[in-house]
């Protein structure tokens, strides 16, 4: 047992490591186009000093507003990561699997980016709440979005619905076409292992082997 929180701790810090350093960037290329128009602004300003040429109010405001759009989208990639910083505040919580999802797409967006993969997420009849670590669950949903994009094939489209069973929590993720080797071997690393135990699910795969399902022990 200590072995494996020894493990899922370190999967934790890469996990986290991953989505900082995609954060990060974001704020950099933020920062970068910021810096780029406070330079248009100050050579506005001194050719209008030393030159005499008359300042265009709107080509100032468009400077403006492109800043401050710049602002505002540093600002959701701070408040995402400020979000995703206080999901390891609780061992145990209530959680929608849904909106987990989705926090997790929101936040890995440029990763999922980066894999050329289109998403689609079909919502349950119900909301699913599993009593879980949020924290090492947006690890284990990273970690089947990272799996569903490597596995499928060509368009690289990936689905994920729930069942229809409240009581049995399943998430699936279902790929149009799939690289057979990929899916005959997935989740096999001592890291997935130490995850899907730590959080009691189980791996399901549909009868056509083009999709895994996450699987939580039925609710009584």
């Given amino acids: ?26 704020i950099k290329n ?7 128009s406070a330079g248009l602004l100050k050579d506005l300003s001194l050719m209008a000093e030393k030159k005499g040429h008359p300042l265009s109010l709107e080509r100032i405001n468009d400077i403006s507003e492109r800043m401050i759009r710049q ?7 701070l408040k995402k990561m400020s979000r995703f910083s206080h999901s390891v505040d609780q061992a145990m919580e209530i959680t929608d699997l849904e909106k987990t999802i989705i ?5 890995a967006s440029r990763l999922v980016e ?18 879980t670590n949020l924290f090492f669950l947006e690890n284990m949903i990273w970690r089947a979005i990272e799996t569903a994009c490597c596995a499928a094939d060509n368009e690289k489209g990936v689905k994920i619905s729930f069942g229809t ?47 895994f399902g996450l699987l939580w022990p039925k609710c009584i």
């Fill in 1 to 26: 047992m200590a072995q494996n929180e020894n493990i899922i701790a370190h999967a934790g810090i890469r996990f986290f490591g991953s989505i900082s350093a995609s954060a990060t960037h974001e």
């Fill in 71 to 77: 602002v505002q989208r540093a600002d959701l990639v």
């Fill in 103 to 107: 926090f997790v797409l929101d936040l």
């Fill in 30 to 36: 933020n920062l970068a186009i910021i810096n780029e």
């Fill in 165 to 211: 069973n409240v009581s049995e929590p399943l998430i699936w993720f279902t790929m149009n076409r799939v690289k057979k080797e990929i899916m005959d071997d997935i989740f096999r690393s001592k890291e997935d292992l130490a995850l899907i135990s730590y959080l009691n699910i189980s791996i399901e795969k549909n009868n056509k082997n083009t999709g």
């Fill in 114 to 131: 980066r894999q050329g993969a289109v998403l689609e997420i079909i919502s349950p009849v119900a909301p699913m709440l599993v009593s």
